[in-house]
């Protein structure tokens, strides 16, 4: 299984890939240089005359890639061939660097390519999406090769970073509980608000209690959540809730999943109705067109009230009673029916809070995870 990342913030100073290339140079078991030297020392000076033939010496100088292999999957020249494919594949005009670690239980690549092409002199892109297909292809290669393709996890409350500085930011106030996270934080505080409100309404004036502003448009796809600055730790305020889903797999970080937990909430706070009594007689709600034609034995009035008339034109006897203020003689029938009903609202009440306690385990599972300091976190 070989796992791709990106090394973020490279150097921008004239000169800067040399760091770079030492680094990863001194320390490997083998190298190999892609339109440039074998080693290192040579291999800078190729990347600074191509910036010097074109001009381009400032600016970004180099990119920083690591393809890391599962511990005994690979042999070092497996590993440097595997990679080598793999940059042959994507990197066609700029001088490529590669060198092999074996400093680690597990054998890793790193690639140093200079951010000018030797071709035209145009500086290398890659955006993140670029980034997503060169992985896609990098397990193309290693697939054929016989290794095993890492899977995203779709384990609930399993936290997911697939850059380098979020992956840390999180490892280190997981790490340590007084160390602030913005990000943390407020996925603890959507989880908690978001329990207790039965509307999108109600979700954004407590979370704005709680210092979170929440951009929510029905025409927009996103919520963007900003962070008050007396709360705020860190340099970023907005967050994405998709992003956040993303980084903490949890069913409820999404506008759907927000809106599935109001309509749970609701239920908790609406009385159960009985739509019928199964007691083996006549069913006790009747539609209004047949109250209207029956003269019923207990003495109701045949005319129909409309507060009386239910969803669906469906009435039960406690609500036409209700409406009319009528009052009955307390029959046989009318004391087995309020056993039923009481034992059917209990049935449903126990089902109700069996239900509740079971989501609530499962949403606290992050929020555990969160707080302890042993969470899992996959790069």
């Excluded at 029956?294 to 034109?313: C, L, S, Y």
């Excluded at 406690?318 to 009481?342: A, I, P, Q, Y």
Aim: hydrophobic share 25%; proline share 2%.
């Amino acid at each position: 299984m070989a796992i791709l990342k990106g090394i973020g913030n490279p150097s921008s100073k004239s000169g800067g890939a040399k760091s770079a290339l030492e680094y990863v140079g001194k320390k490997a078991d083998l190298t190999k240089g892609i339109y440039c030297s074998n080693d290192w020392k040579e291999a800078f000076n190729d990347f600074q005359n191509t910036k010097e033939f074109y001009n381009k010496e400032n600016g970004r100088q180099y990119l920083h890639y690591v393809q890391s292999f599962k511990e005994g999957e690979v042999t070092p020249e497996e590993a440097l061939e595997l990679t080598e494919k793999f940059c042959n594949k994507i990197i066609k005009d700029n001088e490529v660097f590669l060198a092999v670690h074996t400093d680690q239980k597990h054998i890793h690549c790193h690639v140093i390519v200079n951010s000018v092409s030797y071709v035209d002199g145009h500086k290398f892109q890659c955006s993140r999406n670029d980034l997503e297909k060169w992985k896609e292809i990098s397990n193309e290669i290693n697939k054929d090769h016989g290794l095993e393709i890492p899977q995203k996890t779709t384990e609930q409350g399993k936290i997911i970073a697939w850059k380098k500085e979020r992956y840390m930011a999180l490892k280190k106030s997981l790490e340590n509980k007084e160390v602030p996270n913005d990000s943390l934080n407020l996925v603890n505080s959507i989880l908690e608000i978001s329990k207790c409100c039965q509307n999108k309404n109600e979700f954004i004036e407590k979370m704005d209690s709680k210092g979170y502003q929440v951009d929510w448009q029905d025409h927009k796809k996103n919520i963007t959540f900003t962070v008050s600055e007396n709360i705020l730790t860190g340099k970023k305020n907005k967050f994405r809730l998709n992003t956040l889903g993303k980084t903490f797999n949890h069913e409820i970080l999404s506008k759907e999943g927000l809106e599935n937990e109001f309509s749970k909430t609701r239920e908790q706070y609406e009385r159960p109705e009985l739509s019928r009594v199964n007691t083996g007689k006549q069913p006790i709600e009747r539609t209004t067109n047949e109250l209207s034609k029956h003269q019923p034995e207990t003495g109701f009035r045949t005319k129909v009230d409309d507060r009386a008339i239910q969803q669906n034109g469906i009435i039960t006897r406690e609500s036409f009673r209700e409406s009319f203020g009528l009052r009955r003689v307390n029959t046989l029938d009318d004391k087995r029916h309020e056993r039923e009903s009481k034992r059917l609202a209990e049935e449903s009440e126990r089902e109700l809070k069996s239900r509740n306690e079971q989501q609530q385990r499962n949403s606290n599972k992050i929020k555990r995870k969160i707080n302890d300091r042993g969470f899992d976190i996959t790069d």
